[in-house]
């Protein structure tokens, strides 16, 4: 290991990294080396993008039907304002019951759109046992930046027709995570009332990548790459700083109460940990879990991850002044 001094850089030599022996079996499955991942079209290229897309969506959505073949809720399509969403209800579900959660699918802000949204908040209604509004939003290729925030606010407005905002959850994960902290920063500035708290489960807070773990983590996290190819396509020639696109940059003063989940290999731990940072330098309380070896999927069915899951009930619930 030697130091170049002038500029600050630290050279680590190369090294293995074993799969902690203490992780559940199903947790350590996650943590397996992944084949190369297929490259990204240049910017210009939208007929790339939109086979990228394609790709994508053939080889994730057979896995993700069946790992949700078990998964069981009553899903009705909406038009939320021209947004549509999935209103999702869990097996016991009884009407009437206190709070609905606006969730944002992940996907790199490109992909996880369709069906695949109908099936991640079908999974997000049987982890939180709670009414999902899963935002389908519209992505790039054919719809970059402002067009997802703006079907994320047409949801929210559409929501706020149904219930009082304290009894809303506004929750997101990777991509969702930066639409949904963006959506609470967009909230406040439309003069809208603001939910009753937020879930960012790793979030793509920053987009610039500026965080420490993007080079830490580069390689370890077996699940995510640099996204800054997506990033400028999703921007459009936005400033990628501007707080609606990194909301980590944006003015987070009486953000709603939040917690925020991540893992050591996680590749946005820098995202996540800056974020919880800048809440509670704001005055916001935020809870900040983060797990041992965690990848930027979490463990999901393994111990470790169902932990987590319990902590985001307990949050919801205190959120929603459940007894």
């Known amino acids: 290991m030697d130091n170049d001094n002038a500029s600050g850089i630290l050279h680590v030599p190369a090294r293995d990294i074993p799969v902690p022996s203490f992780l559940s079996d199903i947790a350590r499955a996650y943590l397996m080396p992944q084949p190369p991942s297929m490259p990204y079209p240049s910017i210009e290229d939208k007929a790339g993008w939109q086979n990228y897309v394609s790709v994508m969506t053939d080889a994730v959505l057979p896995m993700l039907t069946q790992m949700m073949s078990q998964v069981t809720a009553n899903v009705v399509e909406r038009d939320a304002d021209g947004a549509r969403v999935y209103d999702i209800t869990p097996p016991g579900w009884a009407e009437g019951s206190r709070g609905v959660i606006l969730d944002m699918h992940g996907g790199g802000l490109i992909l996880c759109g369709g069906e695949m949204c109908r099936l991640m908040g079908m999974g997000a209604a ?5 009414r999902v509004w899963a935002v389908d939003y519209r992505m790039p290729p054919d719809h970059p930046y402002p067009a997802a925030l703006d079907d994320c606010i047409s949801a929210y407005r559409a929501l706020l027709r149904e219930l009082p905002a304290q009894d809303i959850i506004v929750s997101g994960g990777s991509a969702g ?143 929603l002044r459940e007894s």
Not at 126 to 130: F, L, P, V
Not at 183 to 191: A, C, M
């Open 177 to 319: 995570g930066n639409l949904a902290a963006a959506l609470i920063l967009r909230v406040r500035d439309e003069g809208l009332p603001m939910p009753a708290g937020v879930v960012l489960v790793t979030p793509e807070a920053d987009l610039t990548e500026s965080g420490d773990s993007f080079r830490t983590n580069d390689g370890v996290d077996p699940g995510l790459r640099s996204l800054m190819e997506v990033n400028l396509l999703y921007a459009d020639g936005h400033d990628l700083r501007h707080p609606y696109l990194s909301p980590l940059f944006g003015e987070l003063k009486g953000f709603p109460d939040t917690i925020l989940t991540t893992g050591t290999r996680d590749l946005y731990l820098s995202n996540t940990v800056r974020m919880h940072r800048a809440l509670r330098a704001a005055g916001v309380p935020a809870a900040l879990h983060v797990t041992e070896a965690g990848p930027h999927t979490g463990f999901p069915g393994a111990p470790e991850g169902q932990a987590i899951d319990h902590e985001v009930r307990l949050f919801i619930r205190a959120c």
């Open 126 to 130: 049987t982890r939180t046992q709670k």
